[in-house]
Structure formats: structure tokens, C-alpha cells
């Protein structure tokens, strides 16, 4: 009963040292969200106002440009996935990639080839398990991305969607990423980024049909398009990894305080279980000494006789 008590023991220690893990990376987690939700709401006003001068620039020519005019049949195209570097985030990393497949299925259903470009370690380690293809992937960042992260990530983008696609270019851009909504509400969503739609940025920019203004171009519309192509892109995948960081940290924060509360409620079991092993060992060692006394009594009074 004395071994049973041990293992109980240790086992009490190993939890309240995995707890102890489990709620400072809760705290640590807690404590980036504000500082990511900040930036997330600071990336907001340009990246509205950026998809607003595209639109009103569209409206206001008739130029055929990659950033506002849709293929009449088009053949390919790119997949931007925004995932984890780190684990102990729950499901984050994994719904970001389902959302991802479940898009990839879409695309192949319309007869289109795609092309997948990931951030983060857990969306690499994923299609090299299953050795698939990736066009280009970047690591080192997720939890605090810079704009120079989103300039790099979105170089290869933007030149692949200004090449042609019997020249390995493609006709689509889009992206999928974790939506922040708030610290219990973390949403996977994709957005086609190219071709932009320009009811739909309306409706996101809280347009609801306003009248925008008309502009002389000066050289061209054209020329203002490919100004504001790389810059649009580049804005896009700045607040989407945004918000995938705080959406990371939100998670693990989330994923960490079950750990801690499940760990807690296994300290208490365990504790029982000891007491009760405890308990049955004392309760032995009286009805062992109570015996052995009960005998040597009952061996006195023989010899007595």
C-alpha cells in the first residue's frame, strides 16, 4: 500500500509542475492579445482606406487591370494560408487548414489549378507530411508580424498574379486566415484579395452605395493601379496576419486555461486517491497491531494456565 501512496504522490507532483507550465503561458498569452488587438484596430483605417482609393479609381475608368478586372475563364489560382509557428493553441492552426482544403476543393471543383503559399510551421509541417506541393512558405513571425513580413509574403503574389498563366502566373489571389471577433470568437475565413470585388468592398468599407468622387487621372488609371496593387496587397496580408496573431494568442490563452482547469481537477482526484490510500494503509497497521497485541495476549494467558 506504501508503493500505491508513492505513485500517487509523484503523480500529484507532476500535474502541480504542468500547472504551474500551463497557467504562466495562460498569463503570457493574456497579455499579448491586448497589445495584438491594438495593432490589429491601428492596420484597420489604411487598409479600409487603401481599398477605397482602388475602388474609386475602378469605378471612376474603364482600364482592364489584374487588381479590379475578373478572367472571362480563369485557370489558376494562388492560396495564401495563414497558420501557427507554435503549438497549445487548441484547434486554431487546424481549422485554418480545413478552411484551406475545404476552399482548395472549390477552386479544383471549378476546373482551376491551385497554388498554395503558407505562413507558419504547423501549415508546412502539414502538407510536407503529406508531401504536397507548396509554392513558397514563410515561418519565424506568426505571434508578432511586422509589415515587412507582409511585404515579403506578399512579393511572389503580387508577381504572380501580374504574370501570365501560361507563363506560371494566376488569375486569383486568395487567403485564408483566423478572424478575430473577439477573445472567445475566433472565426477561419478566406477572401479572394484579386480580382477585387467592388460591391463587395463597398459593403465592407460601409459604403451602402455611396456616391464616390470622380478623378482625372494623371498620367493614366492604369499607372494609379499598379501604384496601388502591391500596396493594397501588401495592406490585406499585414491585417490578416494581424489577426491571426491575436487570434493565436486568444486561442493558446483559451487552450491554456483548460489545461490549468483540468489539471486542477485532476490534482483533486489524485489527492483523494492518496487520502484513500493513506486511510487504508493506517487502517492495516492498527488491525496489524491490534492482531499481533490480541495474539500476544491471547499466548500470555495460555502460559498463565
Known amino acids: ?31 499579448r492579445i491586448v497589445k495584438a488587438q491594438r495593432r490589429v484596430a491601428a492596420s484597420m483605417p489604411y487598409a479600409t482606406e487603401l481599398t477605397r482609393a482602388v475602388t474609386a479609381v475602378a469605378t471612376g475608368s474603364t ?64 502538407y510536407g507530411f503529406r508531401e504536397r506541393k507548396v509554392a513558397e512558405a514563410w515561418t519565424g513571425f506568426t505571434d508578432s508580424p511586422t509589415y515587412a513580413d507582409a511585404k515579403m509574403v506578399a512579393a ?17 489571389l486568395h487567403i485564408v486566415f483566423t478572424e478575430f471577433v473577439s477573445m472567445m470568437t475566433q472565426n477561419p475565413v478566406d477572401n479572394r484579395m484579386l480580382p477585387l470585388s467592388l460591391d463587395k468592398a463597398q459593403e465592407e468599407d460601409g459604403g451602402k452605395g455611396e456616391i464616390l468622387p470622380l478623378f482625372d487621372f494623371e498620367p493614366s488609371a492604369e499607372d494609379v493601379l499598379d501604384a496601388l496593387l502591391p500596396r493594397y496587397v501588401e495592406s490585406r496580408i499585414y491585417n490578416a496576419l494581424l489577426q491571426a496573431a491575436a487570434s493565436e494568442h486568444a486561442a493558446r490563452r483559451r487552450a491554456m486555461k483548460s489545461a490549468t482547469d483540468n489539471a486542477g481537477d485532476l490534482i483533486k482526484s489524485l489527492s483523494r486517491l492518496a487520502n484513500a490510500a493513506r486511510q487504508a494503509e493506517i487502517t492495516q497497521e492498527i488491525s496489524e497491531i491490534v492482531g499481533g497485541a490480541s495474539a500476544l495476549a491471547d499466548a500470555t494467558a495460555g502460559s498463565d494456565k
Open 1 to 31: 500500500m506504501g508503493a500505491q501512496l508513492r505513485v500517487y504522490k509523484r503523480r500529484i507532483q507532476a500535474v502541480t509542475a504542468t500547472k504551474k507550465i500551463t497557467k504562466a503561458m495562460e498569463m503570457i498569452a493574456a497579455s
Open 63 to 126: 482600364t482592364q487591370h489584374p487588381l479590379t478586372t475578373e478572367v472571362e475563364a480563369p485557370t489558376r489560382a494562388a492560396v495564401l494560408l495563414v497558420t501557427s509557428d507554435r503549438g497549445l493553441a487548441g484547434g486554431y492552426s487546424s481549422n485554418a487548414i480545413k478552411a484551406a482544403e475545404r476552399l482548395r476543393e472549390r477552386l479544383s471543383g471549378e476546373g482551376k489549378e491551385v497554388d498554395t503559399y503558407i505562413v507558419g510551421r504547423k501549415g508546412v509541417a502539414y
Open 156 to 172: 511572389p503574389l503580387i508577381e504572380a498574379i501580374q504574370t501570365e498563366t501560361a507563363e506560371g502566373g494566376v488569375d486569383e
